[in-house]
Each structure stands twice: as structure tokens, then as C-alpha cells.
T-cell receptor, first 114, second 111 residues
């Protein structure tokens, strides 16, 4: 039982390049989330998927897109990376909208945009 | 914007001492959670307290909640070097499906 896994662990991009961050969970959770964490700050919600087939914007969605590929996988795409997107990105999951509110986090992806 | 604000931002204590960190939030909540983040790692859930509870214990952790003051505190008793981490409070309300995090308290426990 791996929990929540994220790939890659670290990535360097040039301004304007695109990339997709991958997230998968093996806990049969319905809800999945993408957060970003900037130095000295808490996590801010980018997008979430309450259940398979649905996605919703969070607090800071601009510059990002998401895909809930299936129940296990939730990807985050940067179409044209900007230095302001340099951050650590965390994926999380929970049972579902009506279940436990506890979220389980992946180890994070550190992204540097030059 | 951040829902919760932790206080202090940083705390350094000796092993065996107690550590207390506080969280204030702005809107009505259903529950409040505390998470720990070790350096370079993801967050790990520690404890949850519901809006109708005032105090909760889990091992060396004690959480209090004062909804009238919109504040919570996390007490770690008999701290250990392994408790060194950042601690975040997170809230959720009936209207949101995601958590809103505070800015965190960095705890350093000196051996």
C-alpha cells in the first residue's frame, strides 16, 4: 500500500515550457486535490476533484489545468510555465465528500521555473 | 488568502519541554485539523477536533478549540527531537470540500 505517489520528485523548466505532474493513490479514495506550497507559507488549493469525473477550481487555479484520468489518478498540467509557478506541489486524497475529512498527502514535486 | 494564522511562526525548545502553538481562523468551521510536515516531506494528519468539541487528546498531543474566539491550540508534551517539524492547522466548513491551511509554526526541538 503506497498511499499517494507523485512523479517527478524534482523538475527544472524554462519559462514557457509545459509539463504534467502525475499523482496516483491506491486507497480507493474518491476525492483528490492539488496544492502548492511557497516558502514560509501554508498550502494553497489549486484544483480539486470531489469524485471521478468532476473537477473544480481552488484558490489559485490560473496557469494550471487538471485531469481526473480515473479514480486513482489526478494530473496537474502547466501549459506555459512561469517563474511565479516555482513551488512545491502536493497531491492529496481523502475518502470522499461525505466521508472522513482527513487528507493523505504525497511527498511533493519540487518545481523550479527559470 | 490564508484562513488560519499560526502563532508563533517559529519555536525552539529543549527536549522534554512542552510546545504550544496557536491557530486563529476567520470563518465558521465544521472541524479543525492539525498536520505535521517534516522537512522536504508531505503533510501527515495528527488530530481532528470538531466544532462541537472543546478539547481532544491523542498520545502526547492535546488540542483545544474555542469557536467563540475562532482559535485553536496544539500542545505537544514532553517533546522529542523527532518532533522537529512544521505544524499546520487546517479548517473545513460546510461549503467547501477542501481544506484551508494556515501558514504554519516551525518547531525545533534541541536534543
Amino acid at each position: 500500500n503506497a498511499g499517494v505517489t507523485q512523479t517527478p520528485k524534482f523538475q527544472v523548466l524554462k519559462t514557457g515550457q509545459s509539463m504534467t505532474l502525475q499523482c496516483a493513490q491506491d486507497m480507493n479514495h474518491n476525492s483528490m486535490y492539488w496544492y502548492r506550497q511557497d516558502p514560509g507559507m501554508g498550502l494553497r488549493l489549486i484544483y480539486y476533484s470531489a469524485s471521478e469525473g468532476t473537477t473544480d477550481k481552488g484558490e489559485v487555479p490560473n496557469g494550471y489545468n487538471v485531469s481526473r484520468l480515473n479514480k486513482r489518478e489526478f494530473s496537474l498540467r502547466l501549459e506555459s510555465a512561469a517563474p511565479s509557478q516555482t513551488s512545491v506541489y502536493f497531491c492529496a486524497s481523502r475518502t470522499g465528500p461525505s466521508g472522513s475529512v482527513t487528507q493523505y498527502f504525497g511527498p511533493g514535486t519540487r518545481l523550479l521555473v527559470l | 488568502s490564508q484562513q488560519g494564522e499560526e502563532d508563533p511562526q517559529a519555536l525552539s525548545i529543549q527536549e522534554g519541554e512542552n510546545a504550544t502553538m496557536n491557530c486563529s481562523y476567520k470563518t465558521s468551521i465544521n472541524n479543525l485539523q492539525w498536520y505535521r510536515q517534516n522537512s522536504g516531506r508531505g503533510l501527515v494528519h495528527l488530530i481532528l477536533i470538531r466544532s462541537n468539541e472543546r478539547e481532544k487528546h491523542s498520545g502526547r498531543l492535546r488540542v483545544t478549540l474555542d469557536t467563540s474566539k475562532k482559535s485553536s491550540s496544539l500542545l505537544i508534551t514532553a517533546s522529542r527531537a523527532a518532533d522537529t517539524a512544521s505544524y499546520f492547522c487546517a479548517t473545513s466548513d460546510t461549503g467547501r470540500r477542501a481544506l484551508t491551511f494556515g501558514s504554519g509554526t516551525r518547531l525545533q526541538v534541541q536534543p
